[in-house]
């Protein structure tokens, strides 16, 4: 059987599908015989602004993986994961130059699921334990947050999901339970995956986003995806190997303002062991 989700992860399928960024980027990546993992990346954002990130990454068989990222925009961050101690159990350490720092456990069976989370920073200190419970494919349970700066609850929700092998369907809240969202994911076939997700808010804002992914072959696909504000994007990945490249174009258009001019677009060149 398999695991039971964790609270973060309900929903994240159809989520993950919908978001399609606009990345304006050079990437060079490297994986040493040991391992070990080097990104170079250059960014230039809306405004034509130039950045870089330097990444390095290593995983380790026995010790974990270890993260760390520097931009010259003076951020930086850094993690280590590890899911080697027991079975089903994850450990992640993690901090950013803010400075904060964040621990997170994360504990999945095939009948429960268990994660809890610790984040210390300069202005609060939070604490969030979360919980799932099922049989068969559906899944449900909650989250709570407190922060023990302000001694008082930050956050609390609750979700439910059902997965088969083919689809799954997704109920969960947000913000103190003010945002209630509801999604579907089917994959269709081996190279067609269709969702939707509804987003209800008490305070009064509804949106309704549908997305489609289509692999056209095994080195391309194409992904579109549009909402009930009349905001549509889309998005052209490929694949080559000599050179060892993948090339990514995206739009977004305002259907309600102008059909011809692009709201924003990206295109991202990776190059190496992407």
């Not at 089903?88 to 069976?109: F, H, M, N, R, V």
């Not at 449900?140 to 302000?150: H, I, L, M, R, W």
């Amino acid at each position: 059987m398999a695991n039971i989700p964790l609270f973060k992860d309900v929903g994240k399928a159809v989520a993950d599908l919908i978001k399609i960024e606009h990345n304006r980027e050079v990437k060079v990546k490297t994986t040493t015989q040991q391992g070990l993992t080097f990104e170079s990346i250059g960014q230039a954002d809306a405004a034509g602004s130039l950045s870089g990130i330097v990444k390095t990454t290593f995983k380790h068989a026995t010790y974990g993986n270890f993260e760390d990222e520097i931009s010259t925009a003076g951020k930086s961050k850094g993690s280590w994961k590890t899911t080697n101690l027991i079975k089903g159990l994850a450990l992640k350490l993690s901090y950013t130059e803010k400075p904060t720092g964040a621990l997170d456990i994360d504990y999945q069976t095939d009948l429960f699921s268990v994660s809890s989370n610790v984040e210390v920073s300069g202005k609060s200190n939070t604490l969030g334990v979360a919980a799932l419970v099922g049989f068969e494919g559906l899944s449900t349970g909650g989250e709570v947050k407190y922060d023990a700066s302000a001694q008082k609850l930050s956050d609390y929700n609750g979700a439910a999901e059902y997965a088969q092998k083919d689809f799954n369907i997704a109920l969960k809240t947000k913000n103190s339970a003010d945002v209630v969202e509801g999604s579907y994911l089917h994959k269709a076939t081996a190279d067609l995956q269709v969702g939707g997700l509804f987003s209800y808010s008490f305070s009064g804002s509804r949106v309704f986003t549908g997305v489609f992914s289509y692999s056209l072959d095994p080195s391309t696909s194409i992904k579109a995806t549009g909402d009930s504000n009349g905001i549509v994007s889309a998005l052209l990945e490929q694949k080559l190997s000599k050179p060892a490249l993948k090339y990514a174009f995206s739009t977004e258009f305002n259907t309600k303002t102008s059909l011809t001019a692009p709201k924003n677009f990206g295109l991202s060149l990776a190059f190496g062991d992407y």
